[in-house]
């Protein structure tokens, strides 16, 4: 028997030191199997999709014979023959009817020996359609726009507080300005991918996804089958960054091929079809009217969003959220009005709502300041609020004004000169911009299992996800304090539905909800060997659970991690070509658990958003509704050679409010703001003001 209490006491904290990622040389010596290098038998049939180039219309006819002749096919599937799904949301009921939703829709798929026959194959599918003209422009005048039920996460879909309209009127100062921003692709090194097989009525499969729990409703209703009949396993995956949130069709078709053939059977989605299988993030058109008093105080904010989403599924991202918080006026309004196009359905892209939102937000703010002749750092300092401006709430701490502070001293913003366009090194143009940041702090109910025997490591078993943020490091820190052992007797299981039901990676809810979790069963495991076993590790071992979900605190306090960006952008006087040779961001988020992966975290966010500020569109051809650049040759995104020093710091920041480990989560606030300071930047560097992302080198010729 082993004393439980005599474990803790040899152990400097694991939480907080930096600690380099524990699953890193796997990864690197290529011993961490992704989904789609599972190699489950000798054998394994490949599926490979028939996509519709038609955007909105029906299928006549299918001809599959030529398909069918050519050696290796096992099987083709169209609406015609594929297995009958349940009861699933019409986004996902793939080959259950002729009807053709937007382009890129799967009209059916091949099951064939090997993946290069199953991709001759598609080609001898031939397919006839009824087609219409597909309606995929977004506009602010159209005349079907609505407003829909509710947001995303539970957001109301406007919040009206005073008379904005008047409260503009008589402002001594105000802006009146429109942003957009495009629709944009995730782009996760690994692609969408599935291994599926039947085992008798048991569907395996491996595949690539933010949580597997997060399948488990839809594929057990899809196939008829029990959660004791399924088994998603993930424990690794290539990025996803909101893509693999959710069941997507790539999924249903692995089951159905399985089941159809009897053989284990991959999938995996083509950088191309990712454009239209997996979601996008929805474009925005963004109204910002900002009013204020001549010393900066503002008086009336009105943020109203047009954003699209799909015919076969509703998806209202929750835009102007974060303006409903980051500043104080007593006259208030947010709106968001959708309209149904024939497009793909969006889906979440880091830190969706937000990213869009405070882009707008944040460039109005500086355009805000200008018309003040007021420093923009300033203007931010002058309207913090107090309470949650909305709900009447205290926050569980706030440090924006901090984060401002020291990121303006830690980039040498004092004795800015606030004129565009006067400072030129070479022939670049050279300008400065700031904007704030945040995110909202929740946690989400998630369950964790411990099993203690002496002399072995403790086997910790939750059904996290580890999509390259550091989970696989993080988790095992928490649990090592949590036990008071050294990391290396802690033996982390996750990325399995047949382990303990967690949150799936998202919303920057993982650490945050993942790691009270673990600390629950830690704490559970100690009261049970002291009132069971007299503090005595029995010979046998315990397994014990335990369990964390938000709680009175949700309705107590506002919650949420901020932020500051500061950008330096130099613009080509003779070619336009914007630079980013340098950025300064400072947050404050909490608890940081682990300094390695949290700087990788923000640095990950910043440079994703000077991808959006400079590189990323995805384009809709309007006649044909098809994303015209639809691979990495015609999407860009930044690259090693378009990031400059990135200078990253946090806050000592312990926030007890939001959960047990006062961490606030740090996967998105990175993102957000980020484009705003890089605008703000290049219209300091050149006098122009960019309202449509991205700024391009076009945008400098082309004036406001």
């Not at 050696?71 to 019409?90: D, I, K």
């Not at 009209?107 to 219409?132: F, H, K, L, P, Q």
């Not at 402002?171 to 692609?191: F, G, K, L, R, S």
């Not at 709680?551 to 306090?557: P, T």
Request: net charge negative.
């Amino acid at each position: 028997m082993t004393a439980l209490s005599d474990r803790p006491t040899t152990h400097a904290p694991a939480v907080g030191s930096d600690v380099r990622r524990i699953d890193g040389p796997a990864k690197v010596r290529g011993r961490a199997p992704y989904a789609y290098e599972h190699e489950l038998d000798s054998s394994p049939a490949f599926v490979a999709i028939v996509q519709s180039p038609v955007a909105r219309g029906r299928v006549v006819s299918i001809d599959a014979s030529a398909a069918e002749a050519l050696p290796g096919v096992l099987a083709v599937l169209t609406h015609e023959n594929a297995p009958r799904l349940g009861e699933v949301v019409e986004e996902i009921r793939v080959l259950q009817s002729a009807t053709v939703q937007y382009a890129g829709e799967p009209v059916a798929a091949v099951v064939a020996e090997t993946s290069e026959v199953a991709r001759d194959a598609i080609g001898r599918v031939v397919v006839r359609y009824d087609s219409e003209a597909p309606d995929v422009v977004l506009s602010v005048d159209r005349d079907d726009l609505y407003a829909p039920e509710q947001l995303m996460a539970g957001f109301e879909t406007d919040s009206v507080i005073g008379d904005v309209d008047a409260a503009l009127a008589a402002a001594p100062v105000a802006v009146d300005v429109t942003y957009a921003t495009p629709v944009q692709h995730n782009q996760p090194i690994e692609m969408h991918a599935t291994v599926a097989r039947w085992d008798g009525d048991v569907l395996r499969m491996w595949d690539a996804n933010q949580g597997p729990h997060n399948l488990v409703p839809v594929l057990t209703s899809a196939f008829g089958i029990t959660e004791d009949q399924l088994h998603v396993v993930s424990p690794y995956v290539g990025g996803a960054f909101g893509s693999k949130a959710f069941t997507h069709v790539h999924q249903l078709l692995a089951g159905m091929a399985a089941r159809v053939t009897g053989r284990t059977v991959k999938l995996e989605l083509t950088r191309q079809q990712m454009s239209s299988l997996v979601g996008h993030r929805t474009p925005t058109i963004q109204r910002l009217r900002l009013g204020a008093e001549a010393d900066g105080t503002l008086t009336a904010i009105s943020h109203e969003v047009v954003e699209h989403t799909s015919r076969n599924a509703e998806f209202a991202e929750q835009t102007a959220t974060a303006t409903r918080l980051l500043y104080a006026a007593p006259a208030r309004r947010t709106t968001h009005r959708l309209a149904r196009l024939d497009v793909p359905a969006p889906t979440i892209m880091r830190a969706p709502g937000e990213t869009p939102g405070v882009y707008a937000l944040e460039s109005a703010m500086d355009e805000l300041a200008v018309a003040l002749g007021m420093d923009p750092v300033e203007l931010r300092v002058h309207n913090e609020p107090a309470r949650d401006p909305e709900r009447d709430v205290p926050w569980s701490s706030r440090n924006l004004v901090a984060c401002l502070r020291q990121g303006a001293e830690r980039f040498g913003w004092a004795g800015r000169d606030p004129r565009p366009r006067v400072r030129e090194v070479g022939r670049r143009l050279v300008g400065t911009g700031v904007a704030a940041s945040t995110y909202p702090t929740r946690r989400r109910p998630s369950q964790c299992r411990i099993e203690a025997v002496p002399g072995k490591a403790t086997v910790v078993s939750i059904d996290a996800s580890d999509i390259g943020t550091g989970a696989w490091t993080a988790l095992t820190q928490i649990a090592a304090d949590a036990l008071g052992v050294a990391m290396a007797e802690v033996d982390l299981r996750i990325g399995d539905s047949r382990l303990p039901k967690a949150s799936g990676a998202g919303g920057s809810t993982g650490t945050t909800s993942w790691g009270p979790a673990i600390q629950a069963a830690a704490q559970a495991l100690r009261e049970r060997v002291h009132a069971e076993h007299g503090g005595q590790l029995p010979a046998g071992g315990v397994v014990v659970t335990g369990s964390s979900g938000p709680g009175e605190e949700v309705e107590r306090f506002s919650m949420h991690a901020f932020g500051a960006h500061f950008a330096e952008v130099r613009v080509d006087r003779d070619t336009g070509e914007v630079r980013v040779p340098r950025m300064t961001s400072v947050f404050a988020a909490g608890r940081i658990v682990n300094a390695t992966t949290a700087r990788s975290q923000f640095l990950g966010g910043m440079t994703m958003g000077l991808s959006m500020a400079l590189h990323e569109e995805s384009v809709l051809d309007a006649v044909h509704g098809h994303f015209a650049n639809h691979d990495l040759a015609e999407y860009h995104v930044a690259t090693n050679a378009d990031v400059g020093e990135m200078d990253i710091s946090w806050l000592d920041e312990v926030d007890e409010h939001v959960n047990p480990l006062g961490a606030k989560g740090i996967g998105e606030i990175g993102i957000v703001g980020a484009a705003a300071a890089i605008g703000n930047a290049y219209w300091h560097a050149t006098g122009r003001r960019v309202r449509d992302l991205p700024i391009t080198p076009e945008a400098f010729f082309r004036g406001e």
